[in-house]
């Protein structure tokens, strides 16, 4: 018959059920996704700001903020959750991205101004919607 699955331990000793068991009853279980050299780019709800590794991999795939038309370099931004992270949001890397501190802040404050839309695979980007009969920005 063999033995019932179990979790595989990183010293390689496998954990019976009853042992997982013990540990989802008594434990805070966090989920961590690693790049290859270690670096955390994945932590759920455990951590709202995002790691130095995720800096760097949301700066190599964006190049401005990732509102649609906004010419600051992301290297500028803030990093945000595309999901509200006082709601829920996650702070992973495929949920992040730059956004200028006015964009930032006003994303939250006026959710309803913008619409998200997946750009690729592994990319979001807003479009703001100005109110009616609202004035153009002068820049």
Known sequence: ?????????????????AGVHRLARTSTLVRLVM???GQVLDMGRKVRLATPAQR????????????????LP????????ADNWSTGGLTDLKLLGPACQFHNRDRYQHP????????????????????????????
């Open 112 to 139: 309803d101004r913008y619409t998200r839309r997946r750009v690729g695979e592994d990319r979001w980007a807003f479009t703001y919607h100005r109110l009616a009969g609202a004035r153009p920005l002068r820049v």
């Open 1 to 17: 018959m063999g033995t019932a699955p179990g979790l595989l331990l990183a010293t390689g000793q496998v954990l019976s059920i």
């Open 35 to 37: 790049d290859a050299d």
């Open 56 to 71: 760097r991999a949301i700066f190599a795939r964006y190049a401005t903020c990732w509102i649609d038309g906004c010419p």
């Open 74 to 81: 992301a290297t500028k931004c803030q990093i945000d959750h």
